[in-house]
T-cell receptor
Framework: EAGVAQSPRYKIIEKRQSVAFWCNPI?????LYWYQQILGQGPKLLIQ????????DSQLPKDRFSAERLKGVDSTLKIQPAKLEDSAVYLC?????????????FGQGTRLTVV | AQSVTQLGSHVSVSEGALVLLRCNYS??????LFWYVQYPNQGLQLLLK??????LVKGINGFEAEFKKSETSFHLTKPSAHMSDAAEYFC?????????????FGSGTRLQVQP
């Protein structure tokens, strides 16, 4: 089966610009996650969707970050305006459901550099 | 609240030597525990998971981990390192009883394998 697809793979923008990342989860997976991975750190959850509803966005900086999952399939994560500290790899993951036995599959990520 | 501590940000072993990567967790409820591997410019791949069945868990590529409740540990081992094992390894915990299944990751351990 096809894996989690993310685009673009790399993005360089200037601070205060806006940027958007796209994620297509594995077909049939109800749960979708966005993680931020800063260099030298483990991934940190930004937002979790169940179908098209938000389950957890407690660590999402809502003044500049937004995410949506229309129709419960693809998802977009946006940053506006970007700051230097937003430089990171943004990982999308999906799982079949919310149960703890449901494995999360990760995409290759989008590496964002803010200059 | 759940958290994970990985001791040692870098571990170097010789090819054929024992690999031991340390992970300690904190959880208010019985946890589910995971080890993921990340190769350069790739997403995360699940190595193994503990889901309250057997305390010794076997994973892919010859890795295994033992859940020790008394020590709140879930260390990853492999009897004989191979050059292809060089990567970043992340320990993660999930509580999930509240319906929030997202993983909390440790900061990672980079494994180097010397010829």
């Amino acid at each position: 089966e096809a894996g989690v697809a993310q685009s673009p793979r790399y993005k360089i923008i200037e601070k205060r610009q806006s940027v958007a990342f796209w994620c297509n989860p594995i077909s049939g997976h109800a749960t979708l996650y966005w993680y931020q991975q800063i260099l030298g750190q483990g991934p940190k959850l930004l937002i979790q969707f169940q179908n098209n509803g938000v389950v957890d966005d407690s660590q999402l900086p809502k003044d500049r970050f937004s995410a949506e999952r229309l129709k419960g399939v693809d998802s977009t994560l946006k940053i506006q305006p970007a700051k230097l500290e937003d430089s990171a790899v943004y990982l999308c993951a999906s799982s079949r459901d919310r149960g703890r036995l449901s494995e999360a599959f990760f995409g290759q990520g989008t590496r964002l550099t803010v200059v | 609240a759940q958290s994970v501590t990985q001791l040692g940000s870098h571990v170097s072993v010789s090819e054929g030597a024992l690999v031991l990567l340390r992970c300690n967790y904190s959880s208010s409820v019985p946890p589910y525990l995971f080890w993921y591997v990340q190769y350069p410019n790739q997403g995360l791949q699940l190595l193994l998971k503990y889901t309250s069945a057997a305390t010794l868990v076997k994973g892919i590529n010859g890795f295994e981990a033992e859940f020790k409740k008394s020590e709140t540990s879930f260390h990853l081992t492999k009897p004989s390192a191979h050059m292809s094992d060089a990567a970043e390894y992340f320990c993660a915990v999930s509580e999930g009883d509240t319906g929030r299944r997202a993983l909390t990751f440790g900061s990672g351990t980079r494994l180097q394998v010397q010829p």
